[in-house]
Antibody
Framework: EVQLVESGGNLVQPGRSLRLLCAAS????????MHWVRQAPGKGLEWVSG????????QYADSVKGRFTISRDNGKSSLFLQMENLRNDDTAFYYC????????????????WGQGTLVTVSS | DIQLTQSPSSLSASVGDRVTITCRAS??????LNWYQKKPGKAPKFLIY???SLRSGVPSRFSGGGAGTDFTLTITSLQPEDIATYYC?????????FGQGTKIEI
């Protein structure tokens, strides 16, 4: 059974940093690209970042480019999101998401999602 | 970025009704269009990819159609467990965008 378990969400002040972790199991992690998708309270889904199976390509939404860094450790079946200079509008549930495919390219499809971890940015 | 506009934003329907949701893209995405179901407090569920391919295990009352800029998600006989918000997502070009969602209520 595919499982994606996020952790690291917390209440943090604006301008501070936070690192999210996703522990994956139940599938061959390095066969798949991985993504982070978020949902702010009362809002819709927003793709945040994606990374190829071999970390060859990273992509970011304009809203987080230059502040967030995605990475992965295939040996530990783990996905990370380092978030710097957090803003109030980064407040959201952050979901770890598996891509059907290995590359972050045309056809990305989010086939398995974790339960999410809540990041609250507030002073 | 490619913008996706869903209509309606919300709808009220009865069990057994046929329900259709529309997703319109700001430019052609050919058939690179996916659909997801989101229930409160739950992780989103992947329903349809490539505009019309049903993911394994998804009930056959769900179907997708369309190409280019106009797409539909249809539920042929609405069930109580289908009460959720539905999102389209384009996979044609980065950055990978979602529609704003359509909330189905009974």
């Amino acid at each position: 059974e595919v499982q994606l378990v996020e952790s690291g969400g917390n209440l943090v002040q604006p301008g501070r940093s936070l690192r999210l972790l996703c522990a994956a199991s139940g599938f061959t992690f390095n066969d798949h690209a991985m993504h982070w998708v978020r949902q702010a309270p009362g809002k819709g889904l927003e793709w945040v970042s994606g990374i190829d199976w071999n970390s060859g390509t990273e992509q970011y939404a304009d809203s987080v480019k230059g502040r967030f860094t995605i990475s992965r450790d295939n040996g530990k079946s783990s996905l990370f999101l380092q978030m710097e200079n957090l803003r109030n509008d980064d407040t959201a549930f952050y979901y770890c998401v598996r891509d059907m495919w290995a590359m972050v390219t045309r056809g990305v499809s989010f086939d398995y999602w974790g339960q999410g971890t809540l990041v609250t940015v507030s002073s | 970025d490619i913008q996706l506009t869903q209509s309606p934003s919300s709808l009220s329907a009865s069990v057994g009704d046929r329900v259709t949701i529309t997703c319109r893209a700001s430019q052609s995405v050919t058939t690179y269009l996916n659909w997801y179901q989101k229930k409160p407090g739950k992780a989103p569920k992947f329903l349809i990819y490539g505009a019309s391919s049903l993911r394994s295990g998804v009930p056959s009352r769900f179907s997708g159609g369309g190409a280019g800029t106009d797409f539909t998600l249809t539920i042929t006989s609405l069930q109580p467990e289908d009460i959720a918000t539905y999102y389209c997502q384009q996979s044609y070009a980065a950055l990978w965008t979602f529609g704003q969602g359509t909330k189905i209520e009974i």
